[in-house]
């Protein structure tokens, strides 16, 4: 079976690590799925930061069942440790430039298509300790197709 999941998670990897977003970040903060969690001791460094995960996914079929791509929906948002949403806003218009119509090969296959869907990702998170996570984000639809199988 093929894992186009795996090679969209490649391709957005590979689109978000860019300089404007690593600066933005202020490092490399860049996570498929799930945010690291706290460290034990010292400063936490993991915000802000961008998290990308896989919500759903949709084959395309040609005659006879076989399945020429598969068109995935991610959410991609940026969540910052802060009480506002100003930082989170003008983090995400970085990374809707980074995404918005692009395509390309990546290990074992390609994205032929990579677009905005839907950005009505904008939420609070309380913390535990008092304060907010902001999550600031869209989902994006992906055309992919492997080229090998495992």
Avoid at 23 to 52: E, N
Avoid at 77 to 85: E, G, N
Avoid at 98 to 125: F, H, K, M, P, W
């Amino acid at each position: 079976m093929a894992d186009e999941t795996a090679l969209c998670a490649e391709f957005l990897y590979g689109k978000l690590n860019v300089s404007a977003i690593t600066t933005a970040l202020g490092a490399a903060r860049i996570h498929d799925t799930d945010v690291p969690q706290k460290p034990i001791s010292g400063p936490d460094t993991r915000f802000p930061c961008v998290v990308f995960q896989q919500q759903s996914s949709v084959d395309s079929y040609g005659v006879g069942a076989v399945r020429i791509f598969t068109r995935p929906l991610w959410t991609v948002k940026v969540i910052v440790d802060d009480d506002s949403y100003k930082n989170a806003s003008a983090i995400f218009k970085l990374v809707d430039a980074a995404l918005q119509g692009q395509s390309g090969t990546v290990t074992n296959g390609s994205v032929y298509a990579c677009y905005r869907e839907d950005t009505n990702i904008r939420y609070s998170e309380p913390k535990p300790a008092g304060g907010y996570f902001k999550h600031v984000g869209g989902t994006y639809r992906l055309e992919a197709r492997a080229t090998t199988t495992p």
